[in-house]
Every structure is written in structure tokens, then in C-alpha cells.
């Protein structure tokens, strides 16, 4: 039998953690304890996702660190994710999304979001990309059709 443990990472921290800082620690903790790969919470914004992987580095964390992506895809969703995830849009992305009247504009904005995310972290060279689908995989499954 072939069994290892992942663990949760946080680019925008944890909510509930004190600082960046203190969020590693216990990252690295974890990591230390058998962790053998680490799946982020949703972001929107790659650089964050780039900023946590060279701050996990420097910490010492060596394992794989996969990152988690969720196509927006009701209006619904431009309040609740960010609110829910203690995370932010990209000011552009927000900004696109304001401008959406309907769960069909939103979707197609927050698809092509997706898109041009999986493929500039595909070029970074992430180990592979979880995505989220929270009961919506028609999003996903776009994406994937897209950058595959």
C-alpha cells in the first residue's frame, strides 16, 4: 500500500495566523512531521503563489507545492470566495468582474482568469494544478480543454 499525507498551504496566510511568518512555521512543522506535498488555498493572483514557493524555500520547506485555482463562475461568488477564503482578486481581475451583470459574464470572465492562470503557472513549472470546482466542474473542465 502506497499512503502519504498533503497538507494545506496558504499564499495569502491563514486567516487566522498572526503573520506570513508564523503561518511557515507551522507549515514547515508540518512538513517536518511526514507532509509530503502541500495543495494552496484558492489565490487569484500568481505572484502570490510565486512569493509563497521562494518563502517556503527559504524556510527549508523542499516538498512539491501544488497550487489550487478556481474558475469564478456566478456573481454570487465575487463577495462570498474572497469573503469565505480571507483572499483577494487582483485589482485588473476585480475590476473585471465589477463590470459583470450576469452569472454567464461572470463565468466567461472568471474562465479566461483561469486560463491565462494555469498557463503562466504551467510555465513557472508547478508540479501539476488542483483545481477547485465547489460542485462546478463545467469551468474546470473548459480550462483544461484549454491549456491540454
Not at 495566523?17 to 489565490?43: H, M, P, R, S
Request: hydrophobic letters at 40%.
Amino acid at each position: 500500500t502506497n499512503f502519504c499525507i498533503g497538507v494545506a498551504g496558504y499564499p495569502e496566510k491563514h486567516f487566522e495566523a498572526i503573520n506570513k511568518k508564523t503561518d511557515l512555521k507551522y507549515l514547515k512543522q508540518k512538513v517536518d512531521a511526514g507532509a509530503e506535498y502541500i495543495i494552496t488555498q484558492i489565490f487569484y493572483d500568481n505572484q502570490k503563489y510565486f512569493d509563497f514557493v521562494k518563502d517556503c524555500r527559504a524556510a527549508g520547506i523542499d516538498v512539491p507545492i501544488i497550487p489550487g485555482i478556481k474558475p469564478i463562475t456566478k456573481t454570487s461568488h465575487i463577495k462570498f470566495i474572497p469573503k469565505t477564503f480571507h483572499i483577494d482578486f487582483p485589482d485588473e481581475f476585480g475590476m473585471d468582474l465589477i463590470d459583470c451583470k450576469t452569472d454567464e459574464e461572470v463565468s466567461e470572465v472568471g474562465t479566461s482568469w483561469a486560463i491565462q492562470q494555469a498557463k503562466e503557472l504551467i510555465n513557472f513549472g508547478v508540479p501539476v494544478i488542483h483545481f477547485y470546482t465547489m460542485g462546478r466542474s463545467q469551468a474546470v473542465r473548459k480550462v483544461a480543454k484549454e491549456i491540454f
